[in-house]
C-alpha cells in the first residue's frame, strides 16, 4: 500500500486452505517475493543462495525463520530434500523460481528442472503462478519502487507421486509443461509492452 503498487490476484479459488503446495513463479522483479508473500493466504518459505546468508540483519531472518540456504556450486541434495519433506508437518509451503534468475525481457527463460525435484521426490503439488507486471513497478538493478499494477495468477495445481530418484527427461517434460502454462499470460503482456 505505500508504495502505489496495487496487486490482483486471480485463481485463489484453486487452493485448500492449510495445504502444502510448491509455488513455482517466473521472476521478474525483485518486488516478487512481497507479491506473493502478501498475496497468497498461506506460510512461504523459500531456498535462497547460501550468499543472502551474509547480508546483516535478511542473512539472519532468513536461517531464524526456516528459510533454505544453498550452496549452488555444491548443493546439499540430501538435506534439501529432508527440509523439504518436513514442510507439511510444519504446515508451510515453498516457493521456488526456476528461471533461475530475474527476467531481463519480461518474457519467461526455460525453467530449470532441478528447481521442481523437491515437489517430485516429496510428492507435494506444484502449483503454477504468473506474475504480471512487476517488472515495470522494481525494474532490475533498482532498489525503488514506482506505482503501478500487478497481477498474480493462481493456476489450479499440478499433482506429482513422491519419487525418490525421478527420472531426468520426466523432469525437464514436467519443468517445460509446468513454464508453459505459467508462460502464457507473461510473455503476452512482455510482448504488448515492447
Known sequence: ATTGVRVRVE????????ATYVFVANHQSSYDI??????LPFQLRIIAKQSLG????????????GHMLVDRRRPDRAGIFAWAASLP?????????PE??????????PFKAGS?????????????????GSRHVMTKGELTTRPGDVRL?????????????????????????????????VDREATAAG
Open 153 to 185: 495468477i493462481v493456476h489450479p495445481p499440478v499433482p506429482t507421486t513422491a519419487e525418490r530418484e525421478p527420472n531426468p527427461e520426466a523432469m525437464r517434460e514436467l519443468a517445460a509443461r509446468v513454464r508453459e502454462i505459467v508462460r502464457v499470460e
Open 54 to 65: 551474509r547480508f546483516p540483519f535478511l542473512g539472519w531472518h532468513l536461517r531464524r525463520t
Open 116 to 132: 521442481l525435484v523437491a515437489a517430485v521426490q516429496t510428492g507435494i503439488p506444484i502449483v503454477p503462478l504468473s506474475v504480471v
Open 11 to 18: 485463481g485463489l479459488e484453486h487452493l485448500t486452505p492449510g
Open 100 to 109: 533461475g534468475t530475474r527476467s531481463q525481457d519480461g518474457l519467461v527463460a
Open 89 to 97: 508437518s510444519l504446515g508451510l509451503s515453498l516457493i521456488v523460481f
Open 34 to 39: 512481497p507479491v506473493l508473500f502478501g498475496s
